[in-house]
């Protein structure tokens, strides 16, 4: 193993632009804001010590953590009462003399032969800089076993770096298919690597609900199981042949050999908790007023039509929505609401509100009587008037309802974020509302990676290569400022029809969710699809030690 040559003077290469060249810069994902390579080495050794102050305690152990199965080192974290300067043969993380203008994700990382220093003004920070940290490093930092023997060294280099949205997100469908909570775990780890910092976990919907309501317990006894775990025409037999695809696992079937599963809300705890330690925010998703048939099969009586209902209708199938009508709807709504409120700390509640099959309403006579009673004279007021009393119940109890495009029909409630999926982005950030952007072109990662569906597991449709998600530019063009900084960022959204099993939904994600992390972390104008093409395959070599199922980039188009 080579050893540092101590006291070796780093010398900065000034850039003339903010990015160093391709080949000698860093193959980071996302890429930093700034970044200066400087000339030599630091080795991490069995005997680099982790300095902290007191309150990096905790962010410092992480970084230990993380680089201990594949280095085997031991790495000690000691707490630096009086110090915050760089020491020999020591990584550093402080939040001591941080410039507060890196903002509350930014850190700066300087590397240099002799030490490492990481500062940032929060704990968020300081764990991006940790994340940086781990992919200078050679891509075996990431195997899960001990690397023998091997030179652990990182180029000295110095960077700043903040994100450039707020909002870097990844929606999973647990209801289409279910993933366990160590399958979530496990996305939720990558996630973090790519500095992506919100999951929006889709926990019911028409074939599933996945999250146990102590107040009704029908809701998981009965909506979450089906007969099948395919909820779409079965696949050609070639297509299964695709070694992405696969069957769901054994254990995602009941005693009775029914599909399904829930989340107990210990479960959901310790998921929360287990994002948290990886500054995620969780938004959890409770679909209201349609793609309900999973609730209602379990209380029909909050339907228009009473039922009944089944788990095992095929997508589309039933009515599926609830009776504005009936005052014990949002009764019971409020009841799941306020348990939800209780396990998500998190600022954002998404109440769905797409796709609602409002013919069903039209046809129903409560429901004529309610729309004359209110005066409305269509079925968007009606959708309106649900999704406004939802929200003000979730604005009464401190939080925030974020919902689809479909929000916005009938008119938007004062406090609603759109998660703009069909359009409504701009007339809802000239309103004065925040907006996700998750447009179907770009951040539908149910779509097809290749033109040619014969080499592919089958999908829902589309075509969503990796080079189109890289060209995405989440404020919408016709949004001039101020409103533009109403774009609180992006997400993807994984929708599961199709995907029963975490190898397949790995194949998916990676790398197109490489490619969104840095749309919405890297400055807009860095964007460069070659160079982003060299990093992706130094990642794809961190993806393999990581035991992920990605789409190689040798695949074809
Ligand atoms: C959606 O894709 N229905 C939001």
């Known amino acids: 193993m080579k050893l540092p040559v101590a006291g070796l003077c780093l010398t900065f290469l000034t850039t003339t632009t903010a990015f160093a060249a391709s080949t000698l810069a860093p193959a980071l994902i996302p890429q930093p804001q700034k970044l200066e390579l400087g000339v030599g080495e630091f080795h991490l050794r069995p005997d680099t010590k982790i300095l902290a102050s007191l309150a990096s305690l905790g962010t410092a152990k992480q970084l230990a953590a993380r680089l201990r199965p594949s280095t085997g080192y031991p790495l000690k974290v000691h707490t630096k009462f009086f110090s915050d300067t760089a020491a020999d043969n020591a990584i550093l993380l402080t939040t001591r003399n941080a410039r507060t203008n890196l903002g509350p994700e930014g850190y700066e990382l300087t590397v240099s032969t002799h030490s490492v220093v990481l500062r940032a003004p929060t704990q968020a920070g300081l764990f991006y800089g940790a994340q940086t940290l781990r992919q200078l490093l050679p891509p075996e930092i990431f195997s899960t076993n001990v690397v023998e023997d091997f030179n652990w060294q990182m180029p000295c280099v110095r960077i700043e770096d903040w994100p450039r949205f707020k909002w870097r997100g990844l929606m999973l469908d647990v209801s289409r298919h279910f993933y366990t909570k160590a399958e979530v775990e496990k996305i939720l780890d990558l996630m973090a690597l790519y500095k992506l910092n919100r999951f929006h976990w889709h926990l019911t919907d028409d074939q599933g609900w996945r999250i146990e309501i102590k107040k009704y317990p029908r809701l998981t006894q009965v909506g979450a199981w089906r007969d099948q775990s395919s909820v779409v025409p079965p696949n050609p037999p070639e297509t299964n042949a695709h070694p992405a695809w696969a069957e769901p696992a054994a254990g995602k079937f009941g005693p009775d050999g029914r599909y399904g599963g829930f989340y107990t809300q210990q479960d959901i705890r310790e998921v929360v908790a287990y994002a948290a330690a990886r500054h995620i925010t969780v938004v959890p998703e409770i679909e209201m007023p349609g793609h309900s048939v999973a609730a209602l099969a379990a209380y029909p009586h909050f339907s228009c039509s009473g039922g009944p209902y089944s788990t095992n209708a095929k997508a589309g199938v039933g009515d599926g929505i609830y009776d504005p009508a009936n005052p014990g709807t949002f009764k019971f709504l409020e009841g799941v609401l306020t348990e939800v409120f209780r396990l998500f700390p998190g600022q954002y509640v998404h109440i769905g509100g797409d796709e609602v099959r409002k013919e069903y309403w039209a046809k129903s006579p409560d429901c004529q009587a309610l729309m004359k009673q209110e005066g409305f004279t269509n079925a968007d007021q009606l959708q309106s008037y649900f999704v406004k009393r939802m929200a003000a119940f979730i604005g009464a109890h401190g939080k925030t309802p974020i919902g689809w495009s479909e929000i916005l029909q ?148």
């Open 410 to 557: 009938g008119g938007l409630a004062t406090n609603a974020v759109v998660m703009d999926w069909i359009g409504g982005a701009v007339e809802a950030a000239s309103a004065g509302h925040d907006v996700v952007m998750t447009p179907t072109t770009y951040c539908y990662f149910d779509h097809y990676q290749s033109t040619n569906h014969a080499t592919e597991p089958r999908a829902i449709g589309g075509f969503l290569p990796l080079k189109q998600v890289y060209s995405f530019e989440p404020v919408p063009a016709n949004l001039p400022a101020p409103d533009d900084s109403r774009i609180l960022g992006a997400q993807a959204n994984l929708w599961t029809e199709y995907v029963a099993s975490l190898p397949h939904a790995e194949y998916m994600l990676f790398p197109r969710l490489c490619a969104l992390a840095e749309v919405v972390w890297s400055p807009k104008d860095a964007r460069n699809w070659k160079d982003f093409q060299q990093r992706l395959a130094v990642n794809e070599r961190r993806l393999d030690e990581s035991g992920v199922n990605y789409r190689r980039q040798t695949a074809a188009e």
